[in-house]
Structure formats: structure tokens, C-alpha cells
């Protein structure tokens, strides 16, 4: 049986009740609209952990000026419905007003992990994704708590959160879930028309390329970020960035030699998609 709380205080007790009877707790924390891809992460909490904990929480303060907080997909039910079919022993969904009540006024930032790729281009995000991640630590306690690398900067950012705060939380990061055509599932693609989601496929055909040179021994940096831009500058509205950084710092690439990280962020009328694949470490996307 699912539980479903929405007070801070109801789901804490949950956590810590489920550790005091020797079990551990997996934490998978998600904004809702689930797909396959939040499903195995949830398969994969349940392999490391015996207390299955899904937050589903719309962060208003990860959305800038312009962005589709108000539009982004809230499906509760089908959601609880998966978390059921999962075996998923508690769901926090929050009001926001719970998550910051009046007079709420502090802020969770990192340093130059953040500043680079979404960084540059979604100001102030990360401090949000990381004050309502802070927050979602504490009420857990210690644990395990599953995040997809499709969201790879965020993924980077919230394992050095966890190790220089010293959070009792190991941190995991899964392998981003793909559709048939290699999309990346995302939230967002039901926003896409038929048409925008043919030139959709640009981010994968431009990763596929780039992959297919490094297995054939190409290591320069630039070439690859340029193989990978090609078909996303051709068929997307615009793109953000299409960048070849170091898979630990998110800086320029340290040992392209041995691995190196190639992200995207691109635009299709109103819809922003974002995927990666670092090269030397993950399988063709």
C-alpha cells in the first residue's frame, strides 16, 4: 500500500519510522509527469534500498522569468498509479506553501559547478534545485537517493552538495532511458507537435556521430562538439549550447584522452530539450 503524505513533518516520520525498523530508505525525488525513465529510477532505489520514498513536488523556485513553471505537466494520478504498480511504500507531494511557508528567505548555492552549460543560461536555477533538494535531504535523513544523468549537471551538483555538507546521502546517478528512436524520455517531449518531434531527433543523430568518431579514435575536443552540433543547428529553433566539458568539473576538458562530456540544450518552438553522452564511459545514446 502507498502512502501519500503532503506535510514536511508526516514524511520525516515516515523515513525515520521505516530506518527504526532496520530498513533502508531509497529517496527518488521528481517534479511528476512520470515516464519510464522516473519508473527505473525508482527500480533502481529499490535494489539498493528496502523503504521506497517518491517526492513529487513542482519547485517553483528552480523556473526563471519566462519559464514554463505554469505550463509544465501535472498528472498526480497516473503518477500515484505508477508509484502503486512500483510498490512505492510513501509519495511526499507537497503544497508549496508547505515546502516554503511565509517568511521563508534562505538559499542553498554552489560554486563554479553551477556556473557553466544550464548555468549560463537558466540563472538562478540550480540555487533553487539545490534549496529544495537540501530541504528533501533533511526530511529523508540518511539515505539512498536516485537521480537520472539525463540531467547530468544537476546530477554532478547534487552529489558535491551531499559531500561538502556532509549529508548522510549516497548519491546515485542513473543512465539516461531513451525511446525507440534514441530521444531521451522527458517530461516536456508531450509538448512537442508531430513535426517538432521528427527534428527532435537532431540531439541523438548529432551525439550518435560524435560517439562514432571516438570509437574510431577521434579525441579532439572541438571536432566532436562540432559533429555533435551540426543536425541540432539544422533542425532545432535555436540551441543554448552544444558543449564538450569535463565529465567531473563541467569545465574545459581536463584528459579528453580517456572521457569527455558533450551536453545539449536546444529549443523547438516553445519546448527545451536537453540530453548528453560522455564519451569513453556510456553506450552509443
Known amino acids: 500500500m502507498t502512502a501519500v503524505v503532503r506535510e514536511p513533518a508526516d514524511f520525516r516520520r515516515a523515513c525515520d519510522e521505516a530506518r527504526g525498523r532496520g530498513q533502508r530508505v531509497g529517496l527518488v525525488p521528481t ?30 523556485l528552480q523556473f526563471g522569468e519566462g519559464e514554463d513553471l505554469d505550463r509544465y505537466p501535472r498528472t498526480m494520478e497516473a503518477d500515484l498509479e505508477g508509484c502503486r504498480g512500483r ?8 503544497d508549496p506553501k ?4 511565509d517568511g521563508f528567505q534562505t538559499q542553498v548555492s554552489l560554486g563554479e559547478i553551477t556556473k557553466p552549460l544550464e548555468g549560463e543560461f ?18 529523508t535523513g540518511p539515505s539512498v537517493a536516485v537521480f537520472g544523468r539525463k540531467d547530468y549537471q544537476q546530477w554532478r551538483i547534487l552529489s558535491r552538495l551531499a559531500l ?5 546521502i549516497e548519491v546515485v546517478g542513473c543512465a539516461i532511458i531513451r525511446e ?24 541523438v ?17 572541438d571536432t566532436l562538439r562540432a559533429l555533435a552540433a551540426a543536425p541540432v543547428e539544422a533542425l532545432f529553433d535555436r540551441a543554448d549550447y552544444v558543449a564538450a566539458a ?21 529549443h523547438l518552438g516553445k519546448t527545451r530539450l536537453i540530453d548528453n553522452v560522455v564519451l569513453g564511459e556510456d553506450p552509443r545514446p
Open 31 to 60: 517534479m511528476g509527469a512520470l515516464h519510464a525513465g522516473h519508473l527505473s529510477l525508482i527500480d533502481e532505489a529499490k535494489a539498493r534500498a528496502d523503504f521506497i520514498a517518491v517526492t513529487i513536488f513542482v519547485n517553483p
Open 87 to 94: 510498490d512505492v511504500d510513501v509519495v511526499f507531494a507537497p
Open 98 to 101: 508547505a515546502m516554503y511557508p
Open 122 to 139: 537558466r540563472p538562478g536555477h540550480f540555487d533553487g534545485v539545490t534549496t529544495v533538494v537540501t530541504k528533501l535531504f533533511n526530511l
Open 164 to 168: 561538502d555538507l556532509d549529508m548522510p
Open 180 to 203: 525507440a528512436d534514441g530521444l531521451a524520455l522527458s517530461s516536456r517531449n508531450r509538448y512537442l507537435s508531430a513535426s517538432e518531434r521528427k527534428r527532435a531527433l537532431g540531439i
Open 205 to 221: 543523430t548529432g551525439l550518435r556521430a560524435a560517439y562514432d568518431a571516438w570509437t574510431g579514435g577521434q579525441r579532439n575536443p
Open 246 to 266: 569535463d565529465p567531473e568539473t563541467l569545465g574545459a576538458p581536463e584528459d579528453p584522452e580517456s572521457r569527455l562530456l558533450l551536453a545539449v540544450a536546444a
